[in-house]
């Protein structure tokens, strides 16, 4: 079974920077596209950003410019370096990543990590 275990949440100030990181263990399988999603209190879930086995990344409007997404392969973890923080950034943040087991894709997500961002 895969398991995906995030890591770097905690608390930080208004400007501040932090790193999220999320590894992928198990054995017999291999990651295609992987990603960072976010779910503030009384609000939906949102994508933050993804990144494709290639590399190529995607990022919501609101952190664009902010955020960076990046995957180690060899480490099969995702990164998201995070900078300029806001306090509208604190949310639960999940990573996520497609994963080949056998012949059948399937999603995984973490278990989340709380990143808030106040004075």
């Known amino acids: 079974q895969v398991q995906l275990v995030e890591s770097g949440g905690g608390s930080v100030q208004p400007g501040g920077s932090q790193r999220l990181s999320c590894a992928a263990s198990?054995?017999?399988?291999?990651?295609?596209?992987m990603g960072w999603s976010r779910q503030a209190p009384g609000k939906e879930r949102e994508l933050v950003a993804i990144i494709s086995s290639g590399g190529r990344t995607t990022y919501a409007d609101s952190v664009k410019g902010r955020f960076a997404i990046s995957r180690d392969n060899a480490k099969n973890t995702v990164y998201l370096q995070m900078n300029s923080l806001k306090p509208e950034d604190t949310a639960v943040y999940y990573c996520?990543?497609?994963?080949?087991?056998?012949?059948?894709?399937?999603?995984?997500w973490g278990q989340g990590t709380q990143v808030t961002v106040s004075s």
């Open positions: 996520n990543a497609d994963v080949l087991a056998g012949v059948r894709w399937s999603k995984y």
């Open positions: 198990g054995s017999g399988f291999s990651i295609g596209g």
